[in-house]
Each structure stands twice: as C-alpha cells, then as structure tokens.
C-alpha cells in the first residue's frame, strides 16, 4: 500500500499524488460507493498499486475538514487576499471571510496585495490590527513580483485555498506562485462578462512535493448566518485570552458589566477595530435571527 493526496477526480478516475511523488490514475474500491463516501480532492488515502501508474483506492484517512465551495478536503490554510485599493478593502468583508474560516478551524494568513498603490498605508493599518489578533500579515506586488517568495514560503508543507473579493490579484499571485496551470487575469468587468461562476470542479496544484494550492478560491459565499450568536466570539481568535473571565458565564461581550473582552479592547489589548466588528457583526446574526 501506498500513501498519497487525490489531487484530482474526473469521472470516477481519482489522480492520486504518492508520497515519491509520482501521480497514480485510481479508481475507488465499491465498498465507498455502498457506504455513501465518495472520494474527494484532498482525500488522503492508501491505495494499492495495480499496474506502473494505476492503482485502486483503499482507504480514506478520515478528512479534518471538508470545505464545499470548492469541494476539497484536508484544507490546512487559506489566504486571503485584499488589495491596498482598487478594490478598497472592505473590513467587515475581511472579518466576515476570516470568520468563516475559522468556522472550519482553518488557519487564516492575510495577503495585502497591490502594493503598488499603498499611497494610504493601508497595509500598515491591516497589518497592525490583525497580528496584534494572531495573523500572519504580508504585501505582495503581484505584478512585480514583489513578496510572492515569502508567500511561497508560508504555503510550504500545506494544503492552501486563496480567498478574497473580486479583483484583489488572487489569479495574479496563482500565476507567480506557480507555472503549471494558467489562471486568467483580467479587470472586473470582463470578467463579469463571461458568466465565470459556473461551477467545476477544484484541482489541487503541487508547487512541491508536499505543497498543494487549490485551484479555485472559497469563502466567497459571505452568509455567516449559520453561525449562533453565542460562537461568534470564539472566531474572534484574539478574544480567547479573555472568554470565561468576564463576571457573567453567558457573557456576550456586549452590554454586560464586568465584561473581561470589553475591557480589553478598551485597554488597547485587543484593536478597538476588531472589538467594534464583532459587535456589528454580532448584531447583524442576530437581527437576521429575529427576521426568520
Ligand atoms: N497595480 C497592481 N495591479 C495588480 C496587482 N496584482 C494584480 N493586479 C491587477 O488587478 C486586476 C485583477 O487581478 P486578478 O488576478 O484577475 O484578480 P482576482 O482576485 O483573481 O479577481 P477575480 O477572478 O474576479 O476574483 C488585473 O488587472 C491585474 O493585472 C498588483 O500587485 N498591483
Ligand atoms: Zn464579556
């Protein structure tokens, strides 16, 4: 038996990346099929070698996590791409993205890209409210190559996914950091155009051995509704110092005294910026809560 990371599936052929690097064309072994486990990108799995360059698939290493829009398992990181302007950043937007990756345990590293056009400093005004929350922040000129190294450098060893709005550079950086596949680049509107939101399926890219990218991006999907009020807090990654030392158990960090997160922020130890967000964001859930 072989161990190896599916990489890719066309109907019911799964390409599977082995350990020595070699990719085996497999298929499923039925007992998947009768027991409703279909096999998917990301899957790590053991397959048995049936031919040089053709195997079955054995077993399924059970996934630490299961990512739908693209449907790719065994994600480690995303990274989220927002640009100094042209598109703005939008930080509720940001918030919201990185929330949603938490909800899946996902590590998060922010990408600042375009910094070409930082005359506003907002990769200073990025980079000190989100690593003082736990984030890994970089810039990137993807144009010129700029800092794509060092984001080379944090994909290594990982899954990764990239995700961020329309128009930040993330097919830009996708061609830099790697030369097997070509994404198109191109400004919004055309885009737009071409109706490009049909779904396909995703593709694991390796840049080495054991460093893969998704070929599509995720967390596009922005309704955070799914989440309950009372978790919020916890995909605030920075409020965990303080939850459970507030005076009330049931503490929302809001209109409570003797709240320890609400303090905190007022101390400048958690960014004023991202203490406001949760409030908004909190209010938001809830309010769509009340509608339903
Ligand atoms: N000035 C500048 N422009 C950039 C940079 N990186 C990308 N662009 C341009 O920004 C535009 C959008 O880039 P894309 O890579 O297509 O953006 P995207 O995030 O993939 O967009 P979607 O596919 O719509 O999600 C293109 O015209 C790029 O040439 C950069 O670092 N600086
Ligand atoms: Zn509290």
């Known amino acids: 038996m072989q161990k190896g990371i599916i990489i890719k599936g066309i109907s019911g052929f799964y390409y599977v990346k082995i350990e020595e690097g070699k990719i085996i064309e497999c298929k499923a072994r039925g007992k998947f099929r009768n027991n409703n486990i279909t096999p998917i990108v990301g899957d790590r799995v053991f397959i048995e070698l049936i031919e040089e360059d053709k195997g079955i698939i054995k077993e399924i290493i059970p996934r630490k996590n299961l990512l739908i829009r693209p449907l790719v398992a065994n994600i480690d990181q995303a990274v989220v791409v927002f640009a100094c302007k042209k598109p703005d950043i939008i930080f509720t937007l940001l918030d919201k993205i990185l929330i ?9 590293i922010i990408c600042i890209n375009k910094s070409d056009l930082d005359d506003n400093n907002m990769f200073d005004k990025v980079k000190s409210i989100y690593e003082k929350a736990g984030y890994t922040v ?3 000129n993807a144009l010129k190559n700029e800092g794509i190294d060092d984001l080379k450098s944090l994909l290594k060893d990982k899954i990764s996914v990239f995700a961020g709005p329309s128009g930040v550079g993330k097919s830009t950086i996708f061609n830099k950091i790697q030369n097997k596949i070509k994404m198109e ?5 055309s885009k737009v155009k071409r109706g490009r939101h049909t779904t ?11 460093t893969f990218i998704a070929d599509t991006p995720g967390f596009s999907n922005l309704d955070i509704s799914f989440i309950e009020p009372k978790n919020l807090q ?7 110092d303080y939850i459970g030392k507030c005076k009330f158990t049931s503490c929302m960090h809001f209109k409570e005294t003797g709240c320890a997160v ?3 922020a007022h101390n400048g130890l958690i960014s004023i910026e991202r203490y406001n967000a949760y409030i908004e964001i909190l209010e938001e859930i809830q309010n769509n809560r009340r509608k339903r």
């Not at 949603?100 to 998060?108: C, F, G, H, R, V």
């Not at 680049?185 to 509107?189: A, F, G, K, L, R």
């Not at 916890?234 to 965990?240: A, G, H, V």
């Open 234 to 240: 916890y995909m605030f990654l920075e409020f965990k």
């Open 262 to 264: 609400k303090e905190a």
């Open 138 to 140: 970089i810039k990137t």
């Open 200 to 210: 396909r399926h995703a593709e694991l890219i390796d840049i080495d051995n054991n």
């Open 185 to 189: 680049t191109q400004d919004i509107s």
């Open 100 to 108: 949603q990756i938490e909800s899946y345990n996902i590590k998060a």
